[in-house]
């Protein structure tokens, strides 16, 4: 029921998410990220819900793009020099249920590290948007 509701509210407050250092703060900055991606990667590969569509998948490359990308929506001091979301999963068919099992394992990754549920809940709000690029099916 939690992790609904934080999923829900993921979805719901994408668009109302304010920029501010306070997120990038809470999750620990850098040295954060890093921590939470490294619990994260495991998840992914062992998820059997998305796992089929991480076996091609550079996991080294795919962790630091995705903690450039934390990095900068969170609000910190970084940039992301990775692909546009769109264009990177094109043509992959990715439903909601898997945006959603790919999200659920983010936000236990930062249950897993300690991040505070309302750090967790206004990252994962300022990601929601991105589901639009990412959801091809």
Not at 26 to 45: D, K, S
Not at 102 to 107: G, I, M, P, V, W
């Amino acid at each position: 029921m939690k992790r609904c509701m934080l999923l829900c509210l993921f979805v719901s407050l994408g668009a109302f998410a304010q920029a501010s250092d306070s997120v990038y703060r809470g999750l620990g900055e850098r040295a954060g990220i890093a921590r939470i991606l490294q619990l994260f990667v495991p998840l992914l590969q062992s998820d059997v819900r998305i796992n089929a569509g991480f076996k091609e998948v550079d996991l080294v490359r795919f962790s630091n793009k995705l903690g450039e990308q934390l990095c900068v929506v969170s609000g910190g001091p970084c940039s992301y020099s990775g692909k546009d979301m769109a264009v990177i999963h094109d043509g992959l068919d990715i439903t909601n249920a898997q945006f959603y099992a790919l999200a659920e394992d983010l936000q236990l990754a930062m249950e897993r590290d300690g991040v505070a549920p309302h750090i967790q809940n206004k990252l994962l709000a300022r990601l929601a948007p991105m589901q639009r690029e990412i959801v091809t099916k």
